[in-house]
């Protein structure tokens, strides 16, 4: 079954590859209204997309994250990744 997520990404002429994703899920935390990291499984085309916690390294248009805050760079450096998020569309 074709969920609205991937109907979605079709329909913006876009199409996922599960090589290259993975998969970041935040839920409400109750308790002291902020939100969580659950680590639900999601596959794609049959492909389990690996999912990312807390302690996780990653990187989102070029800008490096490492446990869900933004990773060490120089003024320039962050003025460049700053600029990649804020024109990605």
């Known amino acids: 079954m074709r969920s609205a997520f991937t109907g979605s990404v079709k329909h913006a002429g876009l199409r996922l590859n599960p090589a290259k994703s993975a998969t970041l899920t935040l839920a409400p935390s ?5 939100m969580k990291v659950t680590r639900e ?3 794609c085309k049959g ?4 999912a990312l916690d807390v302690a996780s390294l990653w990187t989102y248009l070029g800008v490096g994250f490492a446990g869900g805050r933004i990773g060490e760079f120089d003024a320039n450096t962050f003025a ?3 600029g990649r998020i804020s024109s990605a569309r």
């Open 30 to 34: 109750r308790r002291n209204r902020k």
């Open 47 to 50: 492909e389990e997309i690996p």
């Open 80 to 82: 460049t990744a700053l």
């Open 41 to 43: 499984i999601y596959t």
